[in-house]
């Protein structure tokens, strides 16, 4: 192994000590996790369906190492680099969501897949961070110069409403969820006005509350969660059956018997298999694990000296832990059944690879920077 000092002047050892390795562990541990648990949720997925039993674990395998590189050269990037590539992954992405709509298959009356070969994917995962990124890079240009805080915040409420406004067309009204609400924090983040703040909240709720009553799918899921004997709770019964059955301790590896007859194991209901095989331990381990990414990733976003780093990489950990606890809710019955998967557990590679662009831009981000020259503290300032 070649030893990395202080002193090697290349990309690789600069990105070695001013990379958050913290954060790097903790995502290649939850990577690891998940195609651990794979192992244990998918093959009996793959039977049902007529694929050899570790289908799943090996296409899940494939992707860890692309993963890998790709948060590693996102990371290496500088700030405005990594700008640029959120303005390339925002417009492709929007124009996949797009094309998804006409020509992508229909899964579970939504169309927000697309066949890229031997690959499907779905174009929103990797919209997601890439909005993120930008719609920070626009609230911190109106606070560095007031004189275009208007422009900046209408450019970042219209690449809200475009990636919003896709979302509800394919339909995904999980993502369109999670997006309203890292929108929202960045805007609390940013320092914007309570007022208008207080303006979106009752444009998202007055939204939620028409996709309810004219959007029959909405309606459908909602009615289900308020009183499951209005329709189909299959999956969410069964996860509830897995928890009650791994108690505190679970049934031990591969003992599992509820994830024979869950459809969606290895995917958005992979927490039901570790509560009925590892107990509520194994599931609060995973939980804290999330916790401590959340946390870290807040913690070195405090630490930056540029404002579009801070706000941006703050915008990418809330992200990441919504994501994760809405699939915990959603597994646990305290939300509808919102199609999310947990991130880098769940399998799925397009989920993986929209989810290491997240990981690359959060520690690209987060890196040690020296303080550009007008922001350091001069010996005679005091």
């Not at 700030?79 to 992508?104: E, N, P, T």
Request: with cysteine; glycine share 8%.
């Amino acid at each position: 192994m070649i030893a990395l000092n202080r002193t090697d002047r290349s990309a690789i050892a600069q990105w070695w000590w001013t990379a958050d390795r913290w954060l790097l562990a903790m995502v290649v541990s939850l990577i690891a996790l998940g195609v651990l648990l794979s192992m244990a949720a998918s093959p009996a997925v793959a039977e049902r369906i007529g694929l050899e039993p570790f289908h799943f674990v090996y296409r899940q395998l494939t992707f860890v190492a692309p993963a890998l590189l790709l948060i590693l050269c996102i990371s290496l990037l500088k700030l405005r680099d990594i700008k640029r590539l959120a303005v390339a992954i925002y417009i492709g992405g929007l124009a996949l969501m797009i094309l998804a709509l006409f020509f992508g298959p229909e899964i579970k009356g939504a169309h927000r897949w697309l066949n890229l070969g031997p690959l499907t994917i779905q174009p929103s995962e990797f919209v997601k961070p890439a909005f993120t990124v930008l719609a920070a890079w626009m609230m911190t240009e109106g606070q560095r110069h007031p004189e275009n805080a208007l422009p900046s915040h209408v450019a970042s409420a219209l690449l809200f409403a475009m990636f919003a406004g896709v979302l509800v067309l394919q339909p995904d009204f999980g993502q369109t969820l999670l997006v309203c609400i890292v929108w929202g924090a960045l805007y609390f983040m940013a320092g914007m006005p309570y007022r208008v703040l207080f303006g979106l909240v009752g444009l998202a709720v007055a939204g939620a509350v028409l996709a309810y009553l004219f959007v029959p799918h909405v309606t459908s899921r909602i009615d289900r969660f308020v009183d499951p004997d209005q329709g189909d709770t299959y999956q969410i019964e069964r996860a509830i059956d897995a928890f009650e059955a791994g108690g505190l301790l679970g049934a031990g590896p591969a003992e599992g018997l509820v994830k024979l007859r869950l459809p969606d194991a290895h995917t958005d209901f992979i927490l039901a298999v570790v509560g009925e095989e590892y107990g509520l331990l194994g599931c609060l381990l995973i939980a804290m694990l999330f916790l401590a990414l959340v946390i870290r990733a807040l913690w070195k976003s405090l630490s930056c000296v540029d404002p579009f780093a801070r706000l941006a990489s703050a915008g990418l950990a809330v992200l990441l832990g919504l994501q994760a606890v809405i699939n915990m809710m959603v597994n646990l019955s305290l939300m509808p059944a919102k199609g999310m998967t947990l991130p880098f557990v769940s399998y799925g590679g397009s989920s993986m690879l929209a989810l290491a662009v997240a990981v690359g831009f959060l520690i690209g981000l987060t890196r040690f920077r020296p303080a550009p020259r007008h922001l350091r503290r001069r010996p005679w300032a005091g």
